[in-house]
């Protein structure tokens, strides 16, 4: 985004985080995600509605000042945000919290279906672009997971790993809450 063009992304992004700051809560999962220097365009908001639906306990941001809340359909005022500088303080956060540490990486390490998925762990996405920004010999308790993709490409978008990531540790420590666990807008608004 242009600095000129960016200016009212940034004016509500931080009017949105005011209100995360006010209102957001850990969710019913242990399933942290960092977001290792993505675009600050799209991504970001879609994986925290993804983050919210899923009931994640944090989102994680390193490198990435602001970003434009509207994909987010407004939760990112429910899912905790904490903005960091580097994977580093990341890393040493979620490992004094007792988390393990995942990297999602395209056709690198371990499936996602059949590795172990402790209950506290953070899953990492790195930018769309060029992937996370970190070496991973420098972090060898990160460990590296893919996600099994058939076709021809061999990338996905990564919002879309995201909740495929949130999907399956939910798959494997979540129960289904039914299909009115919490009052939805939609539902609330066209019910009467």
């Given at each position: 985004m242009s600095r000129g063009k960016d200016e009212p992304v940034r004016r509500r992004f931080l009017q949105h985080k005011f209100l995360n700051a006010a209102h957001a809560r850990p969710g019913v999962h242990g399933l942290t995600l960092v977001l290792d220097h993505l675009k600050p365009g799209f991504n970001v908001g879609k994986i925290f509605r993804s983050a919210d639906a899923f009931g994640a306990r944090e989102v994680l941001l390193v490198g990435v000042p602001y970003f434009d809340p509207a994909p987010a359909v407004g939760s990112f005022r429910h899912v905790p945000a904490r903005f960091l500088g580097s994977f580093a303080e990341a890393y040493d956060l979620l490992r004094a919290e007792g988390a393990a540490v995942f990297n999602l990486e395209a056709g690198a390490g371990e499936s996602l279906m059949g590795a172990e998925l402790p209950e506290r762990c953070a899953l990492v996405l790195g930018n769309e672009g060029v992937g996370q920004s970190f070496r991973r010999e420098d972090f060898p308790g990160v460990g590296a997971l893919r996600i099994p993709q058939w076709g021809r490409a061999q990338s996905?978008?990564?919002?879309?790993?995201?909740?495929?990531?949130?999907?399956?540790?939910?798959?494997?420590?979540?129960?289904?809450?039914g299909p009115h666990a919490l009052p939805d807008r939609n539902r609330i608004k066209h019910a009467a």
């Open positions: 996905l978008n990564v919002s879309v790993a995201a909740a495929l990531g949130m999907y399956e540790y939910c798959r494997r420590w979540g129960r289904d809450p």
